[in-house]
């Protein structure tokens, strides 16, 4: 062997050796566990390739490459690839951190699932404490208890103050959401009961262990109620930070400009959840004052409710309930400010829908895709109600009775299709009455333009949502979960991002055509 050979083979060692630190780092930092109970790990990146094993439930991974939908993983003595799909990605730490919420109504959950209970919700610009992320949730602290919002509708940036989160403020107020719920002597279901509560009940809450809050009776008494079967509120969440002469920004690097025009000097750059006082709005930008400088900020960056501004006011009808009403309100081209939109996801609770070729159960991804349309929507101005928030039943005659309550613009009931032939793929739109031909043809055109699958075009469909429906409303299947590929394609959350944004155009272009 002569020296040159020697030398650079001493040259592949060397930097091999002083490599190696640095791919297991990385391998580290890209560890996933396995959430199913047994999954399949195989040759290459695809359900084609010969299976060389397989992992079980909570086995951690490292993940060293990835493919489409496919993680390569280390396995043994060799490496394997394994369905992303069917992994969670470990959760990371945060410092200091804190989300400001960019949507009204956004779910705070029990568990990083949109299958698990609602515990509350927030409303745009409002902040709490970050303490970690897993996969696609954000772990916050919600009224002095943990719960989990989808990272798809905030921003997080640095702490803007400090305070203690540890209990929940003595203002808060715990409402119960079911017809009756135990009173116990403590945080536990084996505790003796003290009393009951009943629908629409609301106490002060005085601490809060787990998932228990400690509340204040009305005889003065204290007991202990499970938060899953009720809401948090607190006084502070409902008002109206316009009241205050103040705005608060959503966006990190949001521009403060020197005119109300997007191509005006921007002065400076503020991160989301710094607030100034407003000195006026003009057309669609707010004047506030920074030191002694005027300075211009978009409304659609910022978080500013009014009483001038609110879509919906409550009334009472003749059965003395509650029920909201629309106010008139100028509405601007690209905008979607004084409608009210229903969304339906399909399915729900022990109606799983269509179940996939590879599992994928379709009141799952229905879920998930209305939730990502919604916060698009209210982004636009729009005032939207879902049929569901979780993993529930709900009857489709309450769905339809849901868009005639609130007297929907629109009603868009979303599904993914299924089929005894695997072969079949593609998206349709599917519309009943002649009303609701132009809603679904605006849509399905804004759909196409976003996402590749075969185009099959708008048809009649005879749904009872649609049927029912004396709104203008449509059904969409999204794809077929029968066609694995297809299957494999629509359950990403690319997908879903780009056929939201293609119905969301869709209806955009929609009401701006009403204007005209």
């Given at each position: 062997?002569?020296?040159?050979?020697?030398?650079?083979?001493?040259?592949?060692?060397?930097?091999?050796?002083?490599?190696?630190?640095?791919?297991?780092?990385?391998?580290?930092?890209?560890?996933?566990?396995?959430?199913?109970?047994?999954?399949?790990?195989?040759?290459g990146?695809?359900?084609?390739?010969?299976?060389?094993?397989?992992?079980?439930?909570?086995?951690?991974?490292?993940?060293?490459?990835?493919?489409?939908d496919?993680?390569?993983?280390?396995?043994?003595?060799?490496?394997?690839?394994?369905a992303?799909?069917?992994?969670?990605?470990?959760?990371?730490?945060?410092?200091?951190?804190?989300?400001?919420s960019?949507?009204?109504?956004?779910?705070?959950?029990?568990?990083?699932?949109?299958?698990?209970?609602?515990?509350?919700?927030?409303?745009?610009?409002?902040?709490?404490?970050?303490?970690r992320?897993?996969?696609?949730?954000?772990?916050?602290?919600?009224?002095?208890?943990?719960?989990?919002?989808n990272?798809?509708?905030?921003?997080?940036?640095?702490?803007?103050?400090?305070?203690?989160?540890?209990l929940?403020?003595?203002?808060?107020?715990?409402?119960?959401?079911?017809?009756?719920?135990?009173?116990?002597?403590?945080?536990?279901?084996?505790?003796?009961?003290?009393?009951?509560?009943?629908?629409?009940?609301?106490?002060?809450?005085?601490?809060?262990?787990?998932?228990?809050?400690?509340?204040?009776?009305?005889?003065?008494?204290?007991?202990?109620?499970?938060?899953?079967?009720?809401?948090?509120?607190?006084?502070?969440?409902t008002?109206?930070?316009?009241?205050?002469?103040?705005?608060?920004?959503?966006?990190n690097?949001?521009?403060?400009?020197?005119?109300?025009?997007?191509?005006?000097?921007?002065?400076?750059?503020?991160?989301?959840?710094?607030?100034f006082?407003?000195?006026?709005?003009?057309?669609?930008?707010?004047?506030?004052?920074?030191?002694?400088?005027?300075?211009?900020?978009?409304?659609?960056?910022?978080?500013?409710?009014?009483?001038?501004?609110?879509?919906?006011?409550?009334?009472?009808?003749?059965?003395?309930?509650?029920?909201?009403?629309?106010?008139?309100?100028?509405?601007?081209?690209?905008?979607?400010?004084?409608?009210?939109?229903?969304?339906?996801?399909?399915?729900?609770?022990?109606?799983?829908?269509?179940?996939?070729?590879?599992g994928?159960?379709?009141?799952?991804?229905?879920?998930?895709?209305?939730?990502?349309?919604?916060?698009?929507?209210?982004?636009?101005?729009?005032?939207?109600?879902?049929?569901?928030?979780?993993?529930?039943?709900?009857?489709?005659?309450?769905?339809?009775?849901?868009?005639?309550?609130?007297?929907?613009?629109?009603?868009?009931?979303?599904?993914?299709?299924a089929i005894?032939?695997?072969?079949v793929?593609?998206?349709?739109?599917?519309?009943?009455?002649?009303?609701?031909?132009?809603?679904?043809?605006?849509?399905?055109?804004?759909?196409?333009?976003?996402i590749?699958?075969?185009?099959?075009?708008?048809?009649?469909?005879?749904?009872?949502?649609?049927?029912?429906?004396?709104?203008?409303?449509?059904?969409?299947?999204?794809?077929?979960?029968?066609?694995?590929?297809?299957?494999?394609?629509?359950?990403?959350?690319?997908?879903?991002?780009?056929?939201?944004?293609?119905?969301?155009?869709?209806?955009?272009?929609?009401?701006?055509?009403?204007?005209?």
């Amino acid at each position: 062997m002569n020296a040159k050979i020697i030398h650079k083979m001493t040259i592949i060692f060397l930097s091999a050796f002083l490599l190696m630190p640095y791919l297991q780092a990385d391998a580290q930092e890209n560890e996933v566990s396995v959430n199913v109970t047994s999954l399949k790990v195989r040759s290459g990146p695809g359900i084609t390739y010969d299976t060389i094993g397989a992992v079980t439930k909570n086995d951690k991974l490292n993940v060293i490459g990835k493919e489409n939908d496919w993680l390569q993983i280390n396995f043994g003595s060799t490496t394997g690839w394994v369905a992303s799909w069917y992994t969670t990605k470990e959760s990371l730490e945060f410092t200091n951190k804190q989300i400001i919420s960019k949507v009204n109504r956004l779910n705070v959950r029990t568990e990083p699932t949109t299958s698990s209970a609602v515990i509350g919700q927030l409303q745009e610009g409002d902040s709490a404490n970050a303490y970690r992320s897993q996969a696609d949730w954000i772990e916050i602290d919600f009224q002095g208890r943990k719960g989990w919002i989808n990272q798809s509708y905030i921003t997080i940036t640095e702490q803007t103050k400090n305070k203690d989160t540890s209990l929940p403020s003595s203002e808060n107020i715990f409402e119960v959401s079911v017809n009756a719920l135990n009173v116990r002597s403590k945080a536990d279901l084996t505790s003796k009961k003290i009393g009951k509560a009943y629908k629409g009940d609301k106490f002060p809450v005085i601490d809060s262990v787990h998932n228990w809050v400690k509340v204040e009776l009305e005889n003065g008494d204290e007991g202990w109620l499970y938060s899953f079967y009720g809401t948090l509120s607190s006084p502070e969440t409902t008002k109206s930070v316009e009241k205050n002469g103040t705005i608060t920004i959503l966006y990190n690097g949001t521009n403060l400009r020197s005119e109300s025009t997007t191509n005006s000097e921007v002065i400076t750059r503020a991160d989301a959840g710094t607030t100034f006082p407003v000195a006026e709005k003009v057309n669609d930008w707010y004047k506030v004052k920074i030191n002694d400088q005027t300075a211009y900020v978009a409304s659609w960056l910022v978080s500013a409710s009014s009483t001038t501004s609110n879509i919906i006011e409550t009334f009472k009808d003749n059965n003395n309930k509650e029920t909201e009403k629309k106010k008139d309100i100028t509405r601007k081209k690209g905008t979607l400010k004084g409608l009210t939109i229903v969304i339906d996801a399909g399915h729900g609770g022990n109606d799983r829908g269509t179940t996939g070729a590879l599992g994928t159960d379709e009141k799952d991804i229905t879920l998930l895709t209305s939730e990502l349309l919604s916060s698009k929507l209210q982004a636009a101005g729009a005032n939207v109600i879902l049929t569901r928030q979780s993993d529930e039943y709900v009857e489709l005659r309450k769905r339809v009775s849901i868009g005639h309550q609130v007297d929907a613009d629109a009603f868009i009931s979303l599904h993914y299709d299924a089929i005894d032939n695997s072969s079949v793929r593609g998206f349709t739109t599917y519309y009943m009455h002649s009303y609701q031909k132009e809603l679904a043809k605006y849509v399905h055109n804004g759909l196409s333009k976003m996402i590749s699958l075969k185009n099959r075009g708008t048809q009649p469909g005879d749904y009872l949502v649609l049927r029912e429906n004396r709104q203008k409303a449509i059904l969409i299947e999204l794809g077929y979960l029968s066609n694995p590929s297809e299957e494999r394609n629509v359950t990403t959350q690319n997908y879903r991002e780009q056929a939201t944004h293609g119905i969301y155009n869709g209806i955009i272009n929609y009401f701006d055509a009403q204007l005209d």
